[in-house]
């Protein structure tokens, strides 16, 4: 039995051998389909973080943001104080109180004017910095060194990411290699606080030592983040510099982490009865999912094109190759090669085929996917910041297994074809 | 040994054969002539298993092969039947021995001697020389000994030739009949030719007809049967056959 399995397995590799070459050639087309499939995948995932990413930030699926009720319109960022773009301390208590949250941090502004100054190459620079603060543990899990950001005597300060871009820029113009995030890190600055009215006569002004503890893209503005308590205490302490306009802080949103996913729509009709905005996670994916339904449809157009093509094609060529073939395949039945056999080496051939095209496919897919990533910007500059992330591992295996099926695919209706010839028609034929 | 039982097929609204019914016998060397187109090869393709009749049954020992699943008459034809055929029908990109070899890979009882096997028949067969030669370099006798090799290498029980000699010239032509016969005494193989070859009717030891979809049997000389219809070998069998044909006729 050994040596009979040993001797069929020979026979059908040397068979293989002497007919891939030529069914390779035929069925080219499935590696315009794989390399296709890989890009626009990439093209996809990419797409996914980028939008979810660049445009609505990054939350958990319990979480939510609580804004006030002007959204996230600019004028939340305006330094003046109103009911529309502030949230209200008590209605902040209020939600505290509410039992549907395991945990709410709340992000809060100083409403003075401040300034950050920085030493960048022997030039020093001081451009205006809103200051917010929030609780330390918003980071616990979001950044391994989040314990460090507490109130110190130099105070550990968190920046937007695009401040590298702006450091990047400065260095570029003047010919300096450029940095990395882990590089700018500790990098120290003077924090400037003016607490004295517009029309004061006599300026009050604070100055702190400060150096960068990290970057983040969580939060979506321009400004500095420092501990809340180094506002709170700051706020509380200066209250009275600015004469009868009490400035302070306020609260300008609220990271709230939901106990029960369940609840959640009833939560938000809460919240918005309360005259607040509500963001979760849900609505990202919608808006998120929105606009990946048009790049899917339009790949799902293109892809199935391709694949039609692709599988007339390979279909056609498989035609003719049992035509071509049509004598050895019936001579092979007269001699005692069953059906069974005769397609199963038959699918065996476009399996070897699928995977060879299937790993080439991969391996060009991501060529493009490369390549598009360093020249996508420049051709469509909207799309600067989008970062093609070349396919992984998981893909490679997605494509062989589409490049197997779709060549076997193919390959059957050929293949029962052939398994049903016999030398008593194909002799015919000769004659 | 093997019996066609009121077999018809018709191929659109022609009928090409028409309720025939045969038994054929161990150690024989049957002959079915007809001229071109009456359907001697539909016949054999029916008995090898690979054409299902419209009505009628095929028996091999008793056993109807059209019960069998694919699998296990693509297995009776492996082990029980061999195949020539007029066009020699190798396979053209393996070479004369593996062309021989190729059936006994089919077989999972091939037995361990298969290569002395190979090299005993290639002996009988006098193929010493071209073994190793590809099928077109061969000469027609060549092949066509070649392609009885591989009939036989699984010792089959039967041999089906479909016009074995209709390309050969008429010293290779006995040469194979001397084969078929050989075989027949030697090993015990029965075969059954569809030819409308002379030679090799003189030399079968029965013979039949085909025409208009019906098979009768032919009378000879020798043969003194009067049994017309569901025609048998037994008869046959135990008169000694035909006249001895000269070794290597002239042309
Ligand atoms: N598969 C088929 N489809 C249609 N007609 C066929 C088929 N096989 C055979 N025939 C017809 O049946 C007749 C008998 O063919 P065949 O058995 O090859 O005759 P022979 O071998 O006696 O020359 C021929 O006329 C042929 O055209
Ligand atoms: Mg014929």
Known sequence: MFRYIYRNLKFTIKDLLKNTAKALISSFGILFLISFLVLYLSLRTSMKDYIGEKLFGKLAINEIVIYPKAGYGKDVYSTIASKRNTIRPSIVKRIRRMKDFSRVYSLIRLNYESKILVELMGRSKKPHAPLYGIEPGFFAGKNRRWRQFRTKAVLPIIAPKLVIKLFNNYAAVRGMPQ???????????????????????????????????????????????????FIVKFA???????????????????FARVKNIKDLPAITKKLQKMGLKVKSQSDISKKTNRAL??????????????????????????????????????L?????????????????????????????????????????????SKWIPVLKGLVLVPAGKALLIKAILLSVSVSCLSALIPALFASNMNLFKAVRKMG | MLKIDKVSISFGSRKILDDISLEINERSIVAITGKSGTGKSTLLGIISGLMKPDSGKVFFENQDIYRWSDFKR????????????????????????????????????????????????IDFLKLGDIADQYPSTLSGGERQRVAIARAIINKPRIILADEPTGNLDDDTTYDIIDLFKKLKEERGITTLLATHEKKLVENSDISYNLENGALSLQKRKKIRSGKKSAPTLRAVEEKKPAKKRPKKAKP
């Open chain 1, 293 to 330: 339904e048009i790049v899917d449809s339009v790949s799902l157009l293109i892809g199935s094109i391709i694949l039609i093509l692709t599988v007339i094609a390979i279909f056609n060529s498989y035609l003719i190759i049992v035509h071509n073939r049509s004598y050895g395949f019936s």
């Open chain 1, 179 to 229: 940095f990395t995030e882990k590089q700018l890190i500790g990098f120290p600055g003077e924090l400037y606080i003016k607490t004295s009215d517009y029309y004061a006569e006599e300026e009050i002004k604070y100055k702190f030592p400060v150096k960068l503890h990290s970057l983040t893209s969580d939060l979506e503005f321009s400004g500095l983040l420092v501990p809340n308590d």
């Open chain 1, 332 to 376: 092979k039945r007269v001699i005692g090669v069953s059906k069974i056999r005769i397609v199963f080496n038959f699918l065996i051939e476009a399996a070897v085929i699928g995977v060879i095209y299937g790993l080439i496919g991969f391996f060009v897919g991501s060529y493009l996917t490369t390549y598009l990533s360093l020249n996508l």
């Open chain 2, 74 to 121: 693509s297995r009776f034809r492996n082990r029980k039947m061999g195949f020539v055929f007029q066009f020699f029908s190798l396979l053209p990109e393996v070479t004369a021995y593996e062309n021989i070899m190729y059936p006994a890979i089919l077989n999972p009882f091939t037995s361990k001697n298969i290569k002395d096997e190979i090299k005993e028949l």
């Open chain 1, 236 to 254: 509380r302490k200066h209250s009275r510099d600015s004469g009868k306009y009490k400035k302070g802080y306020s609260y300008v949103r609220l």
